[in-house]
């Protein structure tokens, strides 16, 4: 497959999935960007669909999966923001110094990258809404495993960035 594959066959049906997108989202920005990451997953994954199945079916689906994974990324942002930071806590109010956000992010992001590979996958994969039996599937991995590394990743994190603690 290949470019004609994608005009021809896929962006022929671009109102359609946008509609799809949107009762999905109930936003018309969120709508279109469900749309766009979709139309990149066909692309990156074109060479997958099998030529005598249904396409539209099967666009369908990568939405669905992508729509499903943010809720679950974002259903574990705000419980993992819930249980760090308590509602009093200012770095929570709208008029913020987002220079705060900045360092906090910086040093995430480092702690991230000290944490050896074989806990920083699992549980990056888990952050952004994989089941445990994904993980394990994709890894290669028995579940339990994939359970004690995001575990010990966890533990890690917490012990590198205690000074953000707020009780």
Not at 16 to 33: G, P, R, S
Not at 56 to 62: A, C, D, P, Q, R
Not at 69 to 86: M, Q
Not at 118 to 128: A, G, H, S, T, V
Request: charged share 25%; proline share 2%.
């Amino acid at each position: 497959m290949n470019n004609d594959f994608i005009k021809n066959e896929v962006l022929v049906h671009s109102d359609t999935l946008l509609h799809y997108a949107n009762k999905f989202t109930k936003d018309q920005n969120e709508a279109e960007d469900l749309l766009q990451d979709t139309l990149m997953k066909v692309i990156r994954y074109q060479e997958k669909f099998e030529e005598s199945t249904n396409l539209l079916g099967w666009i369908y689906t990568i939405m669905k999966n992508i729509f499903i994974n943010r809720c679950r990324k974002n259903r574990v942002e705000r419980n993992y923001a819930s249980t760090v930071l308590p509602a009093s806590d200012p770095s929570k109010q709208q008029s913020q110094n987002k220079s705060i956000d900045n360092f906090l992010g910086q040093d995430i992001d480092s702690v991230l990258i000290s944490i050896h590979e074989k806990y920083y996958l699992p549980f990056i994969m888990f952050f952004e809404g994989y089941k445990y039996y994904e993980i394990a599937e994709h890894l290669g991995i028995p579940e339990g495993t994939v359970k004690t590394r995001i575990h010990t990743a966890r533990k890690l994190l917490q012990e590198k960035l205690k000074s953000y603690r707020f009780s």
